[in-house]
């Protein structure tokens, strides 16, 4: 079924996404008033609440994306994400119903807290969880849809998101405005100084919590039809550092010798990571050939043991003679040579360096930003 261009999961993904967004800013908008007014914390203490709930987010997020691209797939990782975060949602509604006060709207109950504790951290979790999966689901099933055609999946996911943008920015207007008016229809209220509080919170988060519970059981019903992604390799840019931190100390303790790369690519250590050292003709893990790194089309380039470089000059790699192999082992050394490229491919491939720099450049100019918030507050 399609409409407007896009298939029905893209539809039921962003209701999904909407229902998620209501939540979020229908909860997040009443959480401080909350917990000033109707459990009596402090300012700080509501605070610190807030703020772990921001901190959990992202990191709940990096687990998520991890799995997600992995063997769970993306279809299941929001299942499970959307089901922590409507549970999340879900126990803080019934922390704040008046049945779990002694005498509402004061002296809330020790399960209250507790129940409260439980649905912060499973909001957080749930929601970090599901970021990383509704936009990239989309895109799957559009590219999937159109991979016939390029120039029409290249239009269909341009327009995708823009309807993202808009019925995600609906979802969090609807959150904003319509669960705290919920508050007024309790006619109790509680007074802190000389300021009068409505009690009516547990209608609001109900109202968030509902939208939640109505996106996973439309997600449930429909989840035969999402198709899961294949697996990618995991902790790509941790490898990716790690390879070029190993690759720099051979450079540095003289292990791997090539005076054109080091200094041509001497202040870049992701560079690094994409030469290529083999042992066929050097047992002292000298270079013998390389990759350029510039170009993300870049093809291996043997190199013999003195190559001129690009100004005229030798450059030596330092590689002993290699050692004659008898006639009757070249079927197995063909299968050992085919074995070890197809492991260093599989370990380390260059696209993951050019994509690791990417990232990195943009990290870079980002980096002023939480400079800036760490300088003015």
């Known amino acids: 079924m399609m409409l407007l261009g896009f298939p029905s999961g893209v539809w039921i993904t962003m209701a999904v996404e909407f229902a998620e967004r209501l939540g979020y800013y229908g909860t997040t908008f009443m959480l401080m008033m909350y917990c000033t007014s109707m459990l009596r914390w402090n300012p700080s203490t509501g605070n610190a609440v807030i703020n772990g709930l921001y901190a959990a987010t992202p990191a709940a997020a990096c687990i998520s994306s991890i799995v997600s691209d992995g063997h769970w797939g993306r279809p299941f990782s929001l299942v499970v994400s959307l089901a922590a975060y409507a549970g999340g949602l879900s126990m803080v509604a019934i922390s704040s119903y008046p049945f779990m006060y002694d005498n509402f709207p004061l002296e809330p109950t020790v ?16 929601y970090g969880g599901m970021k990383v999966c509704t936009n990239p689901l989309m895109a799957d099933i559009v590219s999937e849809t159109y991979k016939d055609s390029e120039k029409n999946r290249e239009a269909v996911l341009s327009q995708l998101f823009r309807w993202i943008y808009v019925v995600t920015n609906t979802g969090s207007l609807v959150g904003i405005f319509v669960p705290p008016l919920l508050r007024s229809l309790d006619d109790r209220d509680v007074q802190i100084g ?10 609001g988060f109900t109202l968030s919590a509902a939208s939640c519970l ?36 051979r450079f540095a303790t003289g292990r791997v010798r090539d005076d054109a790369f080091l200094s041509a690519h001497r202040w870049d250590l992701i560079d690094y990571a994409g030469y290529s050292v083999s042992r066929d003709n050097c047992p002292d893990e000298t270079a013998s050939h390389t990759v350029l790194l510039s170009d993300p089309d870049a093809l291996v380039k043997p190199r013999s ?31 050992e040579s085919s074995h070890r490229v197809s492991h260093h491919a599989d ?29 003015t507050n």
């Open 111 to 126: 399960g209250s807290f507790i129940l409260f504790g439980f649905g912060i951290a499973f909001f957080a979790i749930g």
């Open 347 to 375: 370990e380390l491939e260059q696209v993951w360096v050019n994509n690791a720099k990417s990232i990195v450049s943009v990290c870079r100019v980002l980096v002023a930003v939480p400079v800036y918030w760490l300088i």
């Open 194 to 203: 000389s300021v009068v509080y409505t009690t009516g919170f547990y209608l």
């Open 214 to 249: 109505l996106g996973l059981l439309l997600f449930c019903v429909m989840y035969r039809t999402f198709h899961k992604n294949k697996p990618v390799p995991e902790f790509v840019l941790v490898r990716v550092f790690f390879r070029a931190i190993r690759m720099r100390w």
């Open 305 to 335: 043991p003195v190559e001129k470089d690009v100004g005229g000059a030798s450059t030596s790699i330092d590689c002993g003679p290699a050692a004659p192999k008898p006639d009757g082992d070249a079927e197995k050394q063909d299968e």
